[in-house]
């Protein structure tokens, strides 16, 4: 139970509705808790549920013992909140034949008829009721302590056969379908990390379109060996921009805690990373915006390797490094993505608290602040969206990436990050 509570921020808006007959209970105290008999079903309509909305709300062992799992999730449906998050807990296919066979052995509690859930049937019934298929997940392959090695056994399977999704407790985390006809124009802070950048900040803003909603720049500059902090200084005080300029002093060290720093200073409702080097057309993020305002998708990621790059834009070894690393996101993370280092990167700054409990729980350092923001979407199920951007090489400067050291630290992250995405907490 203790991945789910990780996906719950918001603890006082979260609702849990377990079968009355099942044996995974173990919820914390500030969760609202109702055990519902599925043969009877789910009455919306009781005083429990008056004049409520929730953020989150977690289906334990219902879903597949339902009599009417259409009927189940259409009322769910209108006790979610906007953008709140459904997680269906229940037990994974792969597994029934085998745990029937437990049951008739005596070796576990027999329980209710399951059916054969899979991802694309709960894809199928979530669209029917207004909701969407966000990811799944799973959890626990060894489902005994045998004297507290449980949890260690689980620990050494997940990590070798945690592509093939064994595990028997599945997560599936739905939301609700996009609204594309209510287009609202959210505020939007730009946040623009900068170290060793003089000759690229004046050209960058002066691409920079002009939006029709409020918008402010932000130039987060790290120590520079050149005179990038007085340039944004000269940048401000110019004061002739269609747009505010906010210009801080890098406290820390790299690029992402340049970004983490922007965002706390950060005034407006949407968060727009663009990296300083001008490598990817600012003219871009006008396509991002799109994407948020009309609630397409709450995190937004371009991708380098669809069109053809520009000579020299990115070196052989970088490339290839990237290509493997988004193979091993996607599989990780449950949706696809195609590019998950490039620095153009578009979400809510709401959701930066999540940012925050997702770095708690990874406990690794990400020079770039990328796979911390994807890793982010991906763990507590917003819907990620990809925009294809044209890759050019940089004008003036040298890159600030150091391959082989910054590669391994991503190499531990995504390690780290496998863990925390597919191993149990304790195995039951």
Not at 117 to 141: C, D, H, P
Not at 265 to 278: N, T
Not at 337 to 347: E, P, R
Request: proline share 3%.
């Amino acid at each position: 139970m203790n991945e789910i509570m990780r996906l719950i921020p918001e603890e006082k808006s979260a609702l849990s509705l377990v079968n009355s007959k099942s044996s995974f209970r173990n919820h914390p105290s500030f969760l609202e808790t109702i055990l519902v008999d599925p043969e009877v079903g789910l009455n919306i309509e009781s005083t429990a549920f008056k004049n409520k909305k929730y953020k989150t709300i977690i289906l334990t062992d219902l879903f597949e013992v339902s009599t009417d799992i259409l009927e189940l999730l259409s009322m769910v449906n209108k006790l979610l909140g906007k953008d709140g998050v459904i997680v269906i807990c229940s037990i994974n296919q792969k597994w029934n034949r085998i745990l029937n066979l437990f049951e008739r052995l005596n070796l576990k509690d027999e329980n209710q008829k399951r059916l054969f859930i899979n991802s694309n049937i709960v894809l199928n019934i979530a669209k029917v009721t207004g909701l969407e298929f966000v990811t799944q997940r799973n959890k626990q392959i060894f489902p005994f302590k045998m004297l507290g090695l449980g949890s260690l056994i689980n620990n050494i399977l997940e990590i070798l056969f945690f592509p093939f999704s064994f595990g028997i407790r599945i997560y599936s985390i739905l939301n609700q379908q996009e609204k594309f006809n209510e287009e609202k124009k959210y505020s939007k802070s730009i946040i623009i990390p900068a170290k060793n950048e003089e000759k690229n900040l004046k050209p960058l803003l002066n691409q920079i379109p002009k939006l029709e909603e409020d918008h402010e720049i932000i130039l987060a500059i790290g120590d520079s060996e050149d005179k990038t902090y007085e340039v944004a200084k000269e940048i401000k005080e110019a004061r002739s921009w269609p747009f505010e300029v906010k210009v801080i002093k890098q406290t820390g060290k790299g690029k992402a805690n340049a970004v983490w720093e922007a965002v706390e200073e950060a005034s407006k409702e949407v968060i727009i990373i663009l990296d300083a080097d001008i490598s990817v057309n600012p003219e871009t993020i006008v396509q991002f915006n799109s994407v948020i305002d009309t609630g397409k998708a709450s995190f937004v990621n371009g991708t380098r390797l669809i069109y053809g790059m520009e000579s020299g834009a990115m070196r052989i070894v970088n490339n290839l490094g990237n290509r493997i690393f988004q193979y091993i996101v996607s599989i990780i993370i449950g949706q696809k993505i195609t590019d998950s280092l490039c620095g153009t990167k578009v979400f809510f700054r709401k959701d930066f608290n999540k940012i925050k409990l997702w770095k708690e729980l990874v406990q690794m350092k990400d020079p770039f602040g990328d796979f911390d923001m994807i890793f982010t979407a991906g763990y507590f199920g917003l819907k990620i969206l990809e925009i294809p951007v044209r890759y050019q090489a940089r004008v003036y400067g040298v890159t600030q990436i150091k391959r082989f050291r910054d590669g391994y630290k991503l190499i531990i992250y995504l390690f780290n990050s496998i863990k925390i995405f597919k191993m149990s907490s304790n195995a039951r």
